[in-house]
């Protein structure tokens, strides 16, 4: 098993930054893919960006330009920095982690955490 911690969230104005992290404790060696998802009111949950150990990168096209995910692996944690903020980034992000290759067996997923932007 896998627990995942997150924090960082909060609120901010339209155009600032936020940086949200998620550590995972437990059996880590089985995940070899960490990322974001997030999901607004009344609407699905969607991926924000996800990082494999190696280090390679995806982005929705809706963050390109403006999140950075990066990772520790020496720490189990992964970093969402969030610059220029929309309105509509508002939502509850959620810390994934899972094995791209098993990801039946290997998938879990943190608490979330609240993000605010004001207009």
């Known amino acids: 098993q896998v627990q995942l911690v997150e924090s960082g969230g909060g609120l901010v104005q339209a155009g600032g930054s936020l940086r949200i992290s998620c550590a995972a404790s437990?059996?880590?060696?089985?995940?070899?893919?960490m990322g974001w998802y997030r999901q607004a009111p009344g609407k699905q949950r969607e991926l924000v960006a996800h990082?494999?150990?190696?280090?390679?990168?995806n982005y929705a096209d809706s963050v390109k330009g403006r999140f950075t995910i990066s990772r520790d692996n020496a720490k189990n944690t992964v970093y969402l920095q969030m610059n220029s903020l929309k309105p509509e980034d508002t939502a509850v992000y959620y810390c994934n982690a899972r094995n791209h290759y098993y990801p039946d067996l290997y998938n879990y997923w943190g608490q979330g955490t609240q993000v605010t932007v004001s207009s």
């Open positions: 437990g059996s880590a060696s089985s995940i070899n893919v």
């Open positions: 990082i494999f150990s190696g280090g390679s990168t």
